[in-house]
């Protein structure tokens, strides 16, 4: 089983970090009662697992009949609003709990005509259903659903926090292999989130090789995306365009080409240059088009 799945916060005492959240997380549990909540921050802050972990706690044995949880990327579309959601809103109550909880995950994916219609049943359906909004961008949030929910900025977790969270789990697994030492440099020397830290691990675990193998291992792909830019742009660009057809998202891709340059051998006016277009491509990449903006990167690279 994956450990980021096993190890996820099962109540609110559990989250890790984001202090303000939590600290008004407890209180909502006590009073048996919360707002709507827009957590926004980037990718592995914890922002769902805060989410689930705070509806487990207040739904308590009510919570499979009562939660909900829509991907608002993949089921982005206004009739989406019209219908699932709506008719789970207006559905009453199972069992002794205060009302439902949606959790609309990745919810910057959901068009602003579906995001509209959500306000309106936000709105009529206030007494019966509560909303847990994440978001990487809050921007892409209409400003009508932000004022109607209470905003939390989940920032990354501090080095030591992640320490702490991936030994415990080494532990709670038995695993010795790895000394803390190794975990210290690992997750200190790393732009790594707390998930892709215990992913990493995981798999370094797995496949019994040492923490710098493995980085190296998960950035193989990249590597050879960023030898074929320099070498052969028409087959750079398959080659890309090809990790999007394997269901990679630009921002993975751009993630992933970031840490091959970091660990490149380049003149430094060569990696800043490479950098600054991957960059430029990561920001762009919520509102063009990813093959497009695959495309231009390499163009510009």
Request: proline share 2%; hydrophobic share 40%; charged share 25%.
């Amino acid at each position: 089983m994956l450990w980021t799945e096993k190890y996820r916060p099962k109540t609110i005492n559990d989250i890790k970090g984001q202090e303000n959240y939590k600290l008004d997380a407890i209180s909502w549990a006590e009073e048996n009662d919360m707002p709507n909540v827009l957590a926004y921050g980037n990718p592995g802050n914890g922002k769902t697992a805060a989410m689930i972990a705070t509806a487990r706690t207040i739904l308590g044995d009510g919570f499979d009949d009562n939660f909900f949880e829509i991907n608002a990327s993949d089921d982005r579309r206004l009739e989406t609003v019209r219908t699932t959601i709506k008719n789970i809103a207006q559905s009453g109550v199972i069992g002794d709990v205060p009302f439902r909880i949606i959790l609309l995950d990745e919810m910057d994916g959901m068009t602003s005509d579906a995001q509209n219609a959500l306000k309106r049943i936000m709105e009529r359906y206030a007494g019966n259903v509560r909303f847990q909004i994440t978001c990487n961008d809050r921007s892409k949030i209409i400003f009508a659903l932000q004022s109607r929910c209470a905003n939390y900025h989940f920032t990354p977790l501090p080095i030591d926090v992640m320490i702490d969270v991936v030994w415990d789990i080494l532990v709670a697994e038995e695993v010795t292999r790895f000394s803390l030492d190794e975990i210290t440099t690992f997750i200190g020397g790393g732009s790594l989130d707390l998930r892709r830290a215990i992913t990493e691990i995981q798999a370094a675990k797995s496949s019994n090789s040492s923490l710098e193998k493995q980085i190296e291992i998960s950035l193989e792909d990249y590597v050879e995306g960023l030898n074929l830019i320099q070498n052969n742009k028409t087959s750079a660009l398959s080659y890309l365009h090809k990790m999007l057809v394997d269901g990679r998202s630009v921002k993975e891709i751009c993630q992933g080409l970031h840490d091959a340059v970091l660990n490149a051998e380049f003149e430094a006016n060569i990696k800043f240059k490479y950098l600054r277009a991957i960059g430029e491509a990561e920001w762009r990449s919520t509102t063009m088009t990813p093959k497009v903006l695959l495309s231009w990167m390499v163009g510009q690279l």
